[in-house]
């Protein structure tokens, strides 16, 4: 309690009449409590709390924490009404179910968004935003990055915008996005780089450096872009919730239950310990589901009472965004960059490149809570592509001092611009050349489960190395039931070769009786996609 002080502010002197009545009142109301509390009725025992998807999430996050505590940031120079006008544009189309309640939880603004909105204001001529991601950066043209392009030209309308999509590849495995797309040259002159991908199913190497080195190597850049961090969220993220587990869709998802809410746990500790904006898409599905933590200013009769409700609401394909889903991710992107002036105090650093004492890494700092984490050596050591050869971009090309016969370019995919050297020919082989010494090689090769694929060998420096690209049934890991995916092969699978620039020679093989397979159907078709070297 305080007093009223002295003219010399030496301390307390005497207490009016109202302080000693609010006290005593004070004194009353813990006395009542203790005596009439037990009789309060307490929750009962079938309250939401002990719905099983619902303890899941309450293990491994806390929605109301530390993402509801505000810091002012730039304060004086960010123009708040006009900010919030642009966010209330963006969210116009979803906010009967995505109002501030929602995206107070699942818009994280972080400290690194200051620096971007000073180049903001600055009346930059043109900003560079490059997207990093697979199928679902690229869903229904790019809307989630479009949308909320439209909320920075309400803030700098004389500024040109310009986005490139070269680092974004769908039906790849997320080691595929790490070095082709890390790579990409478009990002070395990035001023944002919006990173979103259905999180890595199956690739288990994800819990462990692919994130934190991703994101380090974005935020290093000369130009240290703002890093938006998309966490998107699938059926998949609702494993213990018995509406989606009675679901025949759930059979589609093959990862064991808690494996993609355990992923969600390190995404936003990642964004939070590097400063960098992050949208909670499964928070905010939460905050709308009955069974999760529905907020208070959602209309009862929007709320959700399944999760499966998601599915023709949200995800027609249990994975992939319709466009109002894209109108919400890019609503939280709008209310975490361009929001009004707010810091996430869970950032534990402002800006720079990189947090201060580098050399510790998030893995080395977080709790356990189940995850597999491992030292920031390894995550340091973790090598870079010398090279990246690839169909889309046409520098995977046949060697015109080598024999080439039954291969052709191919283009096609869900999106339409995937790329890829195809054959359907036992025997037909290629060669190419790499652009600088290596030692070992990665060769994107398309596995399923259910197609007649070939045998695969690829010959460097006299070494043979065979490649099986069918998985077993009923899916390969990573994939929705009936579709595959292009997986990295290490060539040679173990060890290295003399440094030099080694011209590879690829040829599909008649697959020998003896030889065990998990193929389903005979065949001899083959996709490859790219070649990657490393040093």
């Keep these: 309690m305080s007093g009223r002080r002295t003219s010399d502010g030496s301390g307390p002197t005497r207490w009016d009449a109202r302080q000693l009545g609010a006290t005593g009142a004070a004194v009353i109301l813990v006395a009542l409590l203790c005596v009439f509390g037990p009789l309060i009725p307490q929750k009962p025992p079938h309250s939401r709390s002990n719905h099983p998807f619902r303890q899941l999430r309450s293990k491994f996050v806390g929605l109301r924490g530390s993402a509801s505590r505000k810091l002012k940031c730039d304060a004086a120079q960010w123009p708040v009404e006009k900010a919030e006008s642009a966010v209330n544009a963006a969210c116009a189309n979803v906010s009967d179910r995505c109002g501030p309640c929602c995206r107070e939880r699942a818009a994280r603004t972080g400290a690194r968004v200051e620096q971007f909105r000073r180049l903001l204001l600055s009346g930059a001529a043109t900003i560079n935003i490059s997207v990093v991601g697979n199928s679902v950066a690229r869903q229904n043209d790019f809307a989630t990055t479009r949308d909320f392009v439209q909320s ?7 500024t040109t915008f310009d986005v490139r999509h070269q680092a974004v590849a769908g039906g790849f495995e997320p080691k595929h996005l790490m070095q082709c ?48 961090y998309i966490s998107h969220c699938t059926m998949a993220d609702f494993s213990t919730d018995p509406d989606w587990a009675a679901d025949p869709g759930r059979k589609s998802v093959g990862e064991p239950d808690g494996y993609w809410e355990t992923l969600r746990v390190y995404e936003r500790k990642l964004a939070a310990f590097y400063g960098i904006p992050f949208v909670d898409t499964c928070a905010a599905f939460t905050s709308f589901l009955r069974s999760g933590e529905p907020c208070d200013d959602v209309h009862p009769d929007l709320l959700l009472n399944h999760s499966t409700e998601l599915i023709p609401l949200l995800l027609p394909d249990y994975l992939h965004q319709n466009e109002r889903l894209n109108q919400l991710q890019a609503c939280l992107m709008t209310a975490a960059v361009i929001g009004p002036p707010a810091c996430d105090p869970t950032s534990q650093h402002s800006l720079g490149a990189l947090p201060p004492r580098a050399g510790r890494s998030l893995l080395e ?63 037909a082989r290629f060669a190419t050349r790499t652009p600088a010494p290596a030692t070992h090689y990665t060769v994107e090769v398309y596995t399923h489960h259910d197609l007649p694929l070939g045998l695969v060998r690829v010959v460097v420096n006299g070494t043979s190395t065979i490649i099986d690209p069918c998985c077993p049934a009923p899916q390969c890991a990573g994939t929705l039931k009936g579709r595959g995916l292009y997986k990295g092969f290490r060539v040679p699978e173990a060890g290295e070769l003399p440094l030099a620039a080694h011209p590879l020679v690829i040829e599909v093989l008649e697959r020998p009786r003896s030889l065990p397979t998990v193929c389903a159907q005979k065949g001899a078709a083959v996709s490859v996609a790219g070649v990657i070297g490393f040093a």
Excluded: Y
């Design 152 to 158: 920075l030209e309400a803030m700098a309308p004389l």
């Design 365 to 427: 700092q977080v709790g356990p809570d189940g995850l597999k984490f491992v030292s920031f050596d390894e995550v340091k050591s973790s090598k870079m592509p010398v090279f990246c050869l690839t169909a889309r971009d046409g520098t995977l090309l046949v060697d015109p001092a080598g024999v080439a016969s039954g291969w052709q370019l191919k283009q096609g995919g869900a999106g339409g611009q995937k790329k890829w050297l195809f054959t359907n020919e036992t025997k």
């Design 181 to 228: 797309g890390a790579a990409a040259a478009e990002l070395e002159t990035a001023d944002v780089i919006v990173v979103e991908w259905s999180s890595p199913a199956g690739v288990h190497s994800a819990l462990d450096t692919e994130f934190e080195r991703l994101i380090r190597r974005f935020i290093s850049l000369p130009r240290q872009p703002l890093v938006i």
